[in-house]
């Protein structure tokens, strides 16, 4: 069974250019997260769906960020402008709605601006 | 609101020792309690969980943990340390009954000294 599957696993770009992050989550997985991990911060929950629904970008850092989710197989994330405070490892996650706390996470992008 | 606290951001001990790594919550309510590990390079992994019932719940690889009303504790351990558990630990909590997402504590790195 598949887990879920992220892409790109890297990414290196240069300030100002947009980037997109894509995630797969498990079938029959009905709820997503988006999280970014770093140094500093460590473990931050920037949006989570349910439903293919945003339900709770809090943690989205700006207007910069943004997500979706058009159907229940695939979300992105994206960053336009992108800027080097917004290096990290970014990953996502998926879980059954009945099952809170259960997380299933991706391998993660790790995003480099320069 | 609920917290996490991990004491101690880095834990060595030696290959076949006791691994015990610390966890203690803060819950207005009875919450659910939950570790993770995560190996380089990779996501998060779930390790065991405690929602209700027996205090003492056991995961994978021969982790175990209790949960502590009274202390408001969650402590992991391991009795014999392998090298293959050298990773990042995070614990995390959820109100139970609730809606809201998991909080992480900010991680405890395991190293594993032959």
């Known amino acids: 069974d598949a887990g879920v599957i992220q892409s790109p696993r890297h990414e290196v770009t240069e300030m100002g250019q947009e980037v997109t992050l894509r995630c797969k989550p498990i079938?029959?997985?009905?709820?997503l997260f988006w999280y970014r991990q770093t140094m500093m911060r460590g473990l931050e929950l920037l949006i989570y769906?349910?439903?293919?629904?945003?339900?709770?970008d809090s943690g989205m850092p700006e207007d910069r960020f943004s997500a979706k989710m058009p159907n229940a197989s695939f979300s992105t994330l994206k960053i336009q402008p992108s800027e080097p405070r917004d290096s990290a490892v970014y990953f996502c996650?998926?879980?059954?709605?009945?099952?809170?706390?259960?997380?299933?996470f991706g391998e993660g992008s790790r995003l480099t601006v320069l | 609101a609920q917290s996490v606290t991990q004491l101690g951001s880095h834990v060595s001990v030696s290959e076949g020792a006791l691994v015990l790594l610390r966890c203690n919550y803060s819950?207005?309510?009875?919450?659910?309690l939950f570790w993770y590990v995560q190996y380089p390079n990779q996501g998060l992994q779930l390790l065991l969980k405690?929602?209700?019932?027996?205090?003492l719940v056991k995961g994978i690889n021969g982790f175990e943990a209790e949960f502590k009303k009274s202390e408001t504790s969650f402590h992991l351990t391991k009795p014999s340390a392998h090298m293959s558990d050298a990773a990042e630990y995070f614990c995390?909590?959820?109100?139970?009954?609730?809606?809201?997402?998991?909080?992480f504590g900010s991680g405890t790195q395991l190293t594993v000294l032959p």
């Open positions: 996650a998926s879980r059954r709605s009945a099952r809170a706390g259960e997380l299933f």
């Open positions: 079938s029959g997985h009905n709820s």
């Open positions: 769906f349910n439903n293919n629904v945003p339900i709770d």
């Open positions: 819950s207005s309510v009875p919450p659910y």
């Open positions: 405690y929602t209700t019932g027996a205090t």
């Open positions: 995390a909590v959820i109100p139970s009954g609730s809606a809201r997402q998991l909080t």
